[in-house]
């Protein structure tokens, strides 16, 4: 059975500082996902990665895979009060898409 | 806005009662997903369709049923309601099987009482 874990579950940093988000999952996979959820809102999809040694960027967000560890992790560079939200990442098994814990980011001034 | 359309957005019912949940996938999109996401259990995969029909199936209880209609949309069909069944249920769309990413509807908050 697909398991997905990540960690930490809770992140509190202060602006400015750099994080990163770990995402281990347990059986081979051919594609991660990392999703957003602010409280009580839905899912955003913020990157979806293919192949081993994918690095995808946006903004102040970054993700890589590796595909032959089965991580996945989501780096946080000079956080923001707008990045306060609950990270997921997701990985597919054959028809279905699991998701991991979860991380709690909030970034204070 | 995803695209994808979940009606109602919160529900409030009592033990033993039976709702259903509505989904309108993306327009193109042939499959959809349901998610349950609650406070102890996290987001757990409850049921996929493709073009009418089921294709895989998660932690889905036998009280709960789905199904996809000829025109793509889906419904979510909870019975014996118990006030564990508490949660916010999502439904997602995708093109085809997880080719690509799935885009989520806003949810529906279920509260049993």
């Known amino acids: 059975e697909l398991k997905v874990e990540q960690n930490p579950l809770f992140l509190s940093m202060q602006e400015g500082k750099n994080y990163t988000i770990y995402c281990n999952y347990s059986?081979?996979?051919?594609?991660l996902y990392w999703y957003r959820q602010d409280p009580g809102k839905s899912l955003e999809s913020l990157f979806v990665?293919?192949?081993?040694?994918a690095v995808k960027q946006e903004g102040r967000l970054m993700a890589s895979l590796d595909t032959k560890a089965r991580l996945s992790t989501l780096h946080i560079t000079a956080a923001v009060h707008d990045l306060s939200a609950t990270y997921f990442c997701a990985v597919t098994n054959t028809d279905k898409l699991i998701f991991g814990t979860g991380t709690r980011l909030q970034v204070f001034p | 806005d995803s695209g994808v359309t979940q009606t109602p957005k919160h529900l409030i019912t009592a033990t033993g009662q039976r709702v259903t949940l509505r989904c309108s996938p993306r327009s193109g999109d042939l499959s959809v997903y349901w998610y349950q996401q609650s406070l102890d259990q996290g987001l757990q995969f409850l049921i996929q369709y493709y073009n009418g029909e089921e294709r895989a199936k998660g932690n889905i209880l036998e009280r709960f049923s789905a199904q996809q209609f000829p025109d793509l949309h889906s419904e979510l069909n909870l019975s014996s309601l118990e006030l564990g069944d508490s949660a916010l249920y999502f439904c997602?769309?995708?093109?085809?099987?997880?080719?690509?990413?799935?885009?989520f509807g806003e949810g529906s908050r279920l509260t049993v009482l």
């Open positions: 997602a769309s995708s093109v085809r099987t997880y080719t690509g990413e799935l885009f």
């Open positions: 990665l293919l192949s081993n040694g």
């Open positions: 059986t081979t996979s051919d594609r």
